[in-house]
């Protein structure tokens, strides 16, 4: 069945071990502190995150976004960094009239995803390799 999307929303696993993200199935995809993606449901699953907007979003987390003191905020690598941009870059051409967000765009009193996603996304400049 196919579903229409209105957001893809940026989370946190909320851990500081990496290792520890492997462990956590309520997100579409997980983007690994070096960079790797890992699908972890099809998007066509609905997942309990955002029950107001659940039917209407893919969840994609990057691992990590607490630190070792257990503070929650953004704790992403510059790699990491780079593969949710691309990877969130990736879902919005696939799913051309959904806004991309954060999870405290919803629920404010989360903390997650440790970052603000709409000022990340207006001044982000990944690095390009030019030969």
């Keep these: 069945m196919k579903r229409h999307i209105k957001y893809i929303i940026v989370h946190s696993t909320a851990t500081f071990d990496p290792k520890i993200s492997q462990f956590y199935g309520d997100f579409h995809f997980v983007v690994e502190r070096g960079g790797e993606i890992k699908k972890i449901h099809p998007e066509t699953t609905i997942l309990k995150n955002v029950v107001t907007v659940d039917n209407e ?71 390009i390799a030019v030969a």
């Design 57 to 127: 979003a893919i969840h994609v987390a990057y691992a990590g976004g607490r630190n070792k003191s257990g503070n929650l905020g953004d704790t992403r690598t510059p790699v990491q960094e780079e593969a949710l941009f691309n990877k969130l870059i990736a879902l919005s051409v696939k799913y051309p009239s959904a806004r991309i967000v954060g999870h405290d765009e919803f629920e404010a009193a989360t903390g997650c995803p440790g970052f603000n996603v709409k000022e990340w996304l207006k001044h982000y400049e990944p690095e």
